[in-house]
């Protein structure tokens, strides 16, 4: 296919074919160059304020990371904000009393982040408009790094943040410094599950089940089928390469119809913080991601579910199986 017809897809499917094509290769610093590409394509999002609010008026979120933010930062420490967006994070970092902060971001929003300093009278936080892969210095006490996406790992941060990780002193630390991702079967009456059928007076029910599509949904109605299990735990100091993944059985302990899994994820900010999406604590503008089967199943206590998912295209997406026996 020659490139000038690519040049029309929708910029979802450049994502996709870029990721695709960046997976069959697998080298760090071609997953790298890959997410550059898409960083850059995604930066009119990311300069958008009402992405920002979202963010910004999550206050579970917000209230998370000022306490672990004043827990991390010590007296005089050097901190790094990777994708500081409004520079919220480096704000709170300077405010926990660092001595100098950097917020390294590659859209056009560090403006607002530039703006609120000089408003609101900091003089040791600096902004830098760059890509976080051409940052050099200075070395960092404490490595911020919210890049935690909708799909939780779908903005690159296992990767982003091994980027950022020799700018890190000795003895230093990462924030989130783990990430622990949940799976958990679920029946679940909502989630758009019985949506294909009489719409407006169409009959769409030739559909038949529900899309098997990873979507992000508020999950805090659905009933869980058995206890869930941990799919995944990246120390983000430490991560490792090549894809997570988990396969596991549960033991269904009621009787229930199966729709699908449900993934959240607890990511410990620092010693005392843990910031979580489970769906049955107060809500995150990250919800859930619900992995629906495409059907309904019904289950019986006892019955053994297997189940694996495990991310694919460089992390931006998950890839799931279920069958009983
Ligand atoms: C989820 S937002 C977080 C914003 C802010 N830290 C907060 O907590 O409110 C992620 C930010 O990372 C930036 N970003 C993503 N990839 C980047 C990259 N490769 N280099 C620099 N900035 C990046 C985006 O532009 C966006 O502003």
């Not at 000038?4 to 450049?14: K, N, Q």
């Not at 940052?135 to 890049?147: M, Q």
């Not at 269904?252 to 005392?272: N, P, Q, R, T």
Request: with cysteine; hydrophobic share 45%.
């Amino acid at each position: 296919m020659r490139l000038s017809s690519l040049i029309g897809l929708p910029r979802i499917l450049w994502r996709d074919l870029i990721m695709f094509l960046s997976d069959a290769t697998m080298s760090f610093d071609d997953v790298m160059a890959a997410y550059f590409f898409v960083d850059t394509a995604y930066q009119h999002t990311w300069s958008k304020l009402e992405v920002h609010r979202t963010l910004l008026k999550d206050e579970v979120r917000m209230q998370a990371f000022e306490k672990a933010i004043g827990e991390a930062v010590k007296p005089g420490a050097t901190v790094i904000d990777v994708g500081t967006g409004t520079g919220i994070l480096a704000f709170m970092a300077a405010r926990a009393g660092a001595g100098k902060v950097v917020g390294v971001d590659s859209a056009s929003i560090i403006e607002v982040a530039r703006k609120a300093a000089q408003r609101n009278g900091f003089k040791n936080v600096e902004f830098v408009r760059a890509d976080l892969r051409d940052v050099y210095g200075p070395k960092a006490d404490l490595i911020i790094c919210e890049l935690i996406g909708m799909f939780i790992t779908d903005e690159g941060i296992t990767y982003k943040m091994a980027k950022m990780l020799p700018l890190l002193k000795e003895g230093g630390k990462v924030m989130p410094e783990r990430l622990d991702i949940y799976v958990v079967p679920v029946e679940s009456k909502d989630a758009g599950l019985g949506f294909w059928g009489d719409i407006h007076g169409i009959d769409y029910s030739a559909v038949g089940r529900v899309p098997r599509e990873m979507r992000n949904y508020d999950m805090s109605a659905a009933r869980f089928l058995s206890p869930p299990q941990k799919a995944a735990a990246v120390e983000l100091a430490n991560p490792e390469k090549g894809g997570l993944g988990f396969e596991g059985v549960f033991e269904i302990s009621s009787d229930g119809e199966f729709h699908g899994c449900v993934m959240y994820f607890e990511a410990k900010l620092s010693e005392g913080v843990t910031l979580s999406t489970d769906p049955r604590k107060p809500q995150t503008h990250w919800k859930q991601v619900f992995l629906p089967s495409g059907g309904r199943m019904a289950l019986k206590r006892g019955d053994r579910l297997k189940v694996s998912v495990k991310s694919a295209l460089n992390d931006t997406k998950w890839l799931w199986k279920y069958s009983v026996g």
